[in-house]
């Protein structure tokens, strides 16, 4: 089992800046991607960002791309999320998730992250 911590949410506006973290234990990560989801209020929790911790290979969502960037900290066993251009829509609880490579289905979630984005 793989434990996710995020953090770095908070309260920015519109146009502003976010960098969340998640710092990972429990298991070596190579053979996992990790991921970033995200759900607002009234909403189904959806896809943003996944890495895959080997080659550091990043694919994004269509909302995400051109604003967020992945990346990782080997060392750290850390992925960060920087988030920029943020939008009202992006307003939501953002979780750090864990799968091993190949595999459809996430087993390993952090506790989330609230970010709130304000016009």
């Known amino acids: 089992q793989v434990q996710l911590v995020e953090s770095g949410g908070g309260l920015v506006q519109t146009g502003g800046s976010l960098r969340l973290s998640c710092a990972a234990s429990?298991?070596?990560?190579?053979?996992?991607?990790l991921g970033w989801f995200r759900q607002a209020p009234g909403k189904e929790r959806e896809y943003v960002a996944i890495i895959n911790w080997i080659t550091g290979n990043v694919y994004y969502a269509d909302s995400a791309k051109g604003r967020f960037t992945l990346s990782r900290d080997i060392v750290k066993s850390t992925v960060f999320l920087q988030m920029s251009g943020l939008k009202s829509e992006d307003t939501a609880v953002y979780y750090c998730a864990a799968r091993r490579s190949g595999s459809t289905s996430y087993d390993d979630w952090g506790q989330g992250t609230q970010v709130t984005v304000s016009s």
């Open positions: 429990g298991r070596t990560l190579s053979g996992y991607d």
